[in-house]
């Protein structure tokens, strides 16, 4: 898990992403992986959304901007992998 004096990295920030999917998903954390697909984990857009809201809320800290993830961008994410990728190229 990530501190506040830590810098974003990729491991962090698939740890934030892979418990968000967990609690949102009610799944076992060990189950998500970057090569895991949003769909092989049954992670419906609605999902996202919450996953979505959950990763701004924890990452938001490490922001330079105000960090926000658009519905419309959830769509093109197909990985946990691209999903990590996004998110640390918007911190």
Request: aromatic share 4%; charged share 20%.
């Amino acid at each position: 898990m990530l501190t506040r004096a830590d810098n974003p990295t990729a491991e962090g920030v698939l740890g934030v992403v892979r418990d968000a999917l967990a609690v949102v998903l009610e799944i076992d954390p060990a189950q998500v992986t970057p090569a895991s697909t949003l769909a092989s984990l049954d992670a419906d857009s609605l999902a996202l959304v919450e996953v979505a809201e959950i990763v701004e809320e924890q990452l938001a800290p490490y922001a330079a901007v105000p960090f926000f993830i658009p519905d419309a961008d959830l769509e093109s994410l197909a990985t946990v992998g691209q999903v990590v990728d996004y998110v640390l190229a918007r911190l």
